[in-house]
């Protein structure tokens, strides 16, 4: 959602329609516009390339280049979570809270007053996401047909910025309720030229020496060449990690000086 709103505000075209109103199930294309070609759905939008799409009618496919795990509450420390009452009032022209008869008058309602209960939970969340971007623009069924080399950039550079509003807690359906009290304590940001492992999900205790582990081994034995990988890192576990295992990275104080830095690798 936060992608399609960044490209939106770029002016950029390539969104379908159904994306562009954040309605992101399977691709409907083939049927709306005639396609049958992975790439042609992907020249119409870069949701379609970036989240992967599945058209069933004519059973062409592709696989997400953005995955996410699920957040979930850390190894080491419990949840908690509690049940608020949320209360919604509607009111007069006046300022007034309506009787029963002026509710239904005013509005075709029986209440007044809509009162509604959600569980919200606290605590310290891990999550992993993995962005596939050297293949954005470019059909995975046939790595030969390619976009242009700008519109690569643009749907790279979105890809990475959405994640800058995830971290902000931009997520979730229940915004309207109230906004998530969230600050990011500890990242860890790799971005390589090559293919790399995944880091360890930030559920594990000791997820930040096991990630720090799994780098300097990639480095070591030549699936990551020093010159094209980038670690940033946040937090004091994770810069302590990477110290220990002597793997070279830089030192972010939050998490959108990271994302700068790895948007900066990606520019460069
Ligand atoms: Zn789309």
Redesign the pocket.
């Known amino acids: 959602m936060a992608t399609t709103e960044i490209l939106k505000s770029w002016n950029y075209k390539a ?6 109103r954040h309605v ?1 199930f399977r ?1 409907v ?1 083939g049927k709306l516009k005639g396609l049958s070609k992975e790439i042609d759905f992907i020249r ?5 390339d970036l ?1 992967g ?1 599945l058209d069933v009618e004519k059973q062409v496919r592709r696989e997400s280049l953005v995955k996410f795990s699920f957040m979930i509450p850390v190894e080491e420390r419990r949840a908690e979570y509690a049940s608020v009452t949320h209360n919604r009032v509607v009111t007069t022209p006046e300022g007034a809270i309506p009787s029963r008869e002026e509710a239904r008058k005013l509005y075709g309602v029986e209440e007044a007053m809509g009162v509604m209960k959600r569980e919200h939970a606290s605590g310290l969340y891990g999550l992993l996401c993995s962005m596939d971007l050297a293949y954005t623009a470019t059909s995975l069924s046939n790595p030969s047909e390619k976009l242009s080399e700008d519109d690569y950039k643009i749907r790279v550079k979105a890809a990475i910025l959405g994640l800058m509003e995830l971290l902000s807690g931009h997520f979730g359906a229940a915004q309207a309720r109230a906004l998530p009290i969230i600050k990011v304590t500890e990242l860890i940001c790799l971005a390589s030229k090559t293919p790399v492992p995944n880091l360890v999900h930030g559920f594990y205790k000791d997820y930040a020496k096991e990630s720090a582990s799994m780098v300097k081994t990639a480095i070591s034995r030549g699936l990551a060449k020093s010159g094209e990988i980038k670690v940033l890192v946040v937090g004091e576990g994770p810069v302590s990690a990477f110290k220990a295992e002597g793997v070279s990275f830089e030192e972010a104080k939050t998490f959108s000086e990271a994302i700068g830095g790895v948007l900066k690798m990606v520019e460069g």
Do not use: D, K, R, Y
């Open positions: 969104l379908c329609e159904n994306c562009g992101m691709s294309l119409e939008c870069a949701i379609e989240h799409f």
